[in-house]
């Protein structure tokens, strides 16, 4: 066998083992990729159950602070002013109704039911619920 067979018959035994085991690496990363979105779409699945969980929760809190809010609304005799009112001015001009203080303004978080001073909120962070607050005033 001459010297430049040899050679072409080495180069051949090279570029084909490097090419089997090129492949094999392939797949096994590729395996690996597939497995670890497997396992990212299961987390997500986990994230979406808690999320739907604590909005059946935050919609409980929600219907029991509205049910709270009629009771007491039912229970209270109204408000009647001993005061009389001034008779409306007879301005030509319209004034713009008053605004709300700063004490009655809900903080700026996301909101999901209000009524009388109280209301429901939800702290949020990323795609999950953190913090569930239900506050009640009076």
Same mark, same amino acid.
């Given at each position: 066998?001459?010297?430049t067979s040899k050679v072409v018959l080495g180069v051949s035994v090279v570029l084909?083992?490097?090419? =089997? ?16 979105? =497997? =396992? ?31 009771? /007491?609304?039912?229970? /209270?005799p109204p408000r009647r002013s001993t005061e009389t009112q001034p008779p409306p ?10 605004? /709300?203080?700063?004490?009655? @303004?809900?903080?700026? @978080? ?9 209301? =429901? ?9 953190? @913090? ?7």
């Amino acid at each position: 066998m001459s010297a430049t067979s040899k050679v072409v018959l080495g180069v051949s035994v090279v570029l084909t083992l490097s090419t =089997v085991t090129g492949v094999h690496l392939k797949q096994t990363w590729d395996r690996q990729r597939l497995h670890e979105g =497997v =396992v990212r779409d299961l987390e997500r699945l986990e994230r979406k159950k808690e999320n739907l969980r604590l909005l059946e929760e935050q919609q409980s809190l929600t219907r029991q602070l509205e049910e709270e809010r009629l009771r /007491r609304a039912t229970q /209270r005799p109204p408000r009647r002013s001993t005061e009389t009112q001034p008779p409306p001015s007879r301005s030509t001009e319209t004034q713009p109704p008053p605004r /709300r203080s700063t004490e009655t @303004q809900r903080p700026p @978080q996301e909101h999901c039911g209000i009524a009388d001073g109280a209301y =429901v909120s939800v702290h949020r962070s990323d795609s999950t619920v953190s @913090q569930l607050t239900l506050r009640c005033s009076g």
